[in-house]
């Protein structure tokens, strides 16, 4: 069945540095979107990616859609305490469900 | 207020029994979702539904029972709790297949 991967697991990072989360489909997608958790919270809804090689931004954050429609990447630039949470990526491909990615989770060291 | 409501937030149960999982949206959204959060798993989808009287398995749907008799109402039932159910169950709800979900605050739910 489909799969999507994320990776790395756990990310800590110096407040300034700046981050990147993959996240990889065993199948083509149709769309994924990118949520954000913080910590004892809910997933909330960031961006949907939808066209090959899309890139989108919101402030510090780009989020990419690989060509094949099967990869994608979240980068923060320099990254500070409120971006504390775990990231997860989401594929879409058609079938009326997400399949989402395990998380990364970001701690931004002050 | 709209939005998407879960209850109980915090449950603890002996294994053997029944527990529903209550989940409530005020958005007549046509899609909902439950999924369940465990460590090392990420967000793994229970059941989720298309429109009322509509629903189907997710990835992991042994040990749990679904109905949607309303748009706005989808619980969520464990006939006979065990331990490898504790964990953190978030009801989702979205307003068409493939569009942003929203999701509830949550249940941490405790089988002992």
């Known amino acids: 069945g489909q799969q999507v991967m994320q990776i790395p697991q756990y990310q800590h990072v110096q407040e300034g540095e700046d981050f990147t989360t993959y996240c990889n489909s065993s199948?083509?997608?149709?769309?994924i979107q990118w949520y954000k958790q913080r910590p004892g919270g809910h997933p909330v809804f960031l961006i949907q990616l939808v066209k090959s090689g899309e890139v989108k931004k919101q402030k510090r954050l780009t989020f990419q859609f690989g060509e094949a429609k099967k990869n994608s990447s979240l980068h923060i630039t320099a990254t500070q305490t409120t971006d504390v949470g775990t990231y997860f990526c989401?594929?879409?491909?058609?079938?009326?469900?997400?399949?989402f990615g395990t998380g990364t989770r970001l701690k931004v060291l002050a | 207020d709209a939005g998407i409501t879960q209850s109980p937030r915090y449950k603890i149960t002996e294994t053997g029994r029944q527990v529903t999982l209550m989940c409530h949206q005020t958005?007549?959204?046509?899609?909902m979702f439950w999924y369940r959060q465990d460590l090392g798993h990420g967000l793994r989808l229970i059941y989720y539904s298309a429109a009322a009287d509509i629903t189907d398995k997710g990835e992991v749907p042994d040990g749990y029972v679904v109905s949607r008799s309303k748009t706005e109402n989808f619980p969520l039932t464990l006939e006979s709790a065990t331990r490898s159910q504790t964990s953190v169950y978030f009801c989702a709800s979205s307003e068409l297949g493939g569009t942003p979900q929203h999701f509830g605050d949550g249940t941490r739910l405790s089988i002992l």
């Open positions: 199948t083509t997608l149709s769309n």
């Open positions: 989401a594929g879409f491909s058609g079938t009326y469900k997400y399949i």
């Open positions: 958005w007549s959204h046509s899609y």
